[in-house]
């Protein structure tokens, strides 16, 4: 009987998991993708320099960072997964958001500054778990960062 | 500066497929594994348990009794015990214990004669079965029987089919307090007729090397057999499965027969019980 009440509360924080983080995680991709096509102006680019021929009066850096936290039902899949074994299906999404964010909050504050692109981007991505002892939930720091360029008029 | 940011697909960095029915493979491969473990462990049951190492056995339980209550309010308590350990020691040195095997004897205060062997190579003595005892031969026998037991690992394979899968539980664990329900209910109840003659003959086997004779073991079990007669009910664990009564004092009897009563007499208890009970 206790194990079927334990039973029944894991499924309730299941569903909840699955509802409301898939609900969460849809809002999260519409709203990225909004908010790329707005910030579409501002470009980045890898190269660590810009092109020769680009002249700019100010330079200057720009990072954007978020944390994401996992769901219930994302932490029980990937548990049942890390088992097995195999593509961690659950957390690419939850990555992939990671990146995106990241990066649109670099280009958010380089539009604030009055920049229209970012050069020598770099990404970077740290695990806030507790060190993998497998309780506690996991949660990810992305850090976008790279060097604002504001060019000269002409 | 001739550059754009195209539009690209993001969808490239997410698999498809349903989360849900990926789950609930996930979810049904394992309740698949844990039925197959479950069932092979319930089945393999006591001949799993027996493969625990004493060593783990020991370091589950380390210094506790699992399964029988040991009170102590004896002044004498601490004396007798040191002496039950120490008799414990010396026969359990002469059993050809596997290496790592330590023998633990305790003292409980209890009117009903009795001795137990529990998890971690623990080993209780009941006040009742000390008062009782009329020579120390009688008293190693009873010892050396429940050594035998800790030898023949009974107590960790009397568990059966539902401890084994605590046990399981207890090696993911470290744990081997969810044990004690069933532990409890083995010692209680005794081994089985099979499990009893053995550790009858290992204990006979340990008393002969001690002393040099067999005297005084048939002793334990026709004090016990008048222990039940008088009072009915409570049947001592020592007694309760089967080598019936008679069986057990013929067998032990024929063993002492070329016992000589004056050449070598039997041994008193080295510490006397005090009058007086809590």
Sequence with gaps: MELLIQLAFIAILLVIGLVVGGMVERRHFSSLAMREADLKLVMVFNEKTPPANVEYRDAFLVAGSVVLGEDYFKRFAASLRSFFGGNMRMYESLMDRGRREAILRMKEEAHRRGARAVFNVRLETSSLGDGGSGRGMFSAEFIAYGTALIQSKG | ?278
Excluded at chain 2, 86 to 115: Q, W
Excluded at chain 2, 191 to 200: G, H, I, L
């Design chain 2, 1 to 278: 500066m001739q550059y754009e940011n195209p539009d690209v697909p993001h969808d490239v960095n997410v698999s498809k497929g349903n989360s849900l029915t990926e789950f609930a493979r996930l979810a049904l491969g394992m309740a698949v594994l844990i039925a197959l473990v479950g069932a092979a462990t319930w089945f393999g049951g006591g001949r799993l348990a027996r493969l625990v190492p004493f060593k783990t056995e020991r370091s589950w339980f380390g210094e506790r009794v699992v399964g029988v209550a040991v009170r102590s309010c004896n002044p004498s308590h601490e004396e007798i015990e040191r002496y039950l350990q120490r008799l414990g020691s010396t026969l359990a040195g002469r059993m050809d214990l596997p290496p790592g095997m330590t023998i633990t004897v305790h003292y409980t205060e209890d009117d009903v004669p009795n001795a137990f062997a529990t998890l971690g190579g623990h080993i209780v003595v009941t006040s009742g079965l000390y008062r009782r005892m009329p020579s120390e031969n009688a008293l190693a026998m009873v010892i050396g029987h429940e050594i035998g037991h800790v030898k023949a690992r009974d107590p960790i394979s009397a568990v059966g089919g539902s401890a084994a899968m605590s046990m399981v539980l207890a090696l993911l664990t470290g744990q081997g307090d969810i044990l004690g329900p069933q532990v409890a209910r083995a010692v209680q109840l005794g081994y089985s007729r099979k499990a009893e003659r053995k550790a009858d003959d290992l204990g006979l086997a340990a008393l002969l090397d001690q002393y040099g004779h067999a005297g005084g073991a048939s002793d334990v079990f026709r004090i016990l057999a008048d222990f039940r007669g008088d009072d009915g009910g409570a049947t001592p664990a020592l007694l309760s499965t089967h080598p019936s009564d008679a069986d057990r004092i013929a067998r032990l009897e024929k063993a002492a027969a070329s016992w000589n009563r004056e050449a070598a007499p039997l041994r008193p208890l080295e510490v006397a019980q005090p009058i007086g009970r809590c």
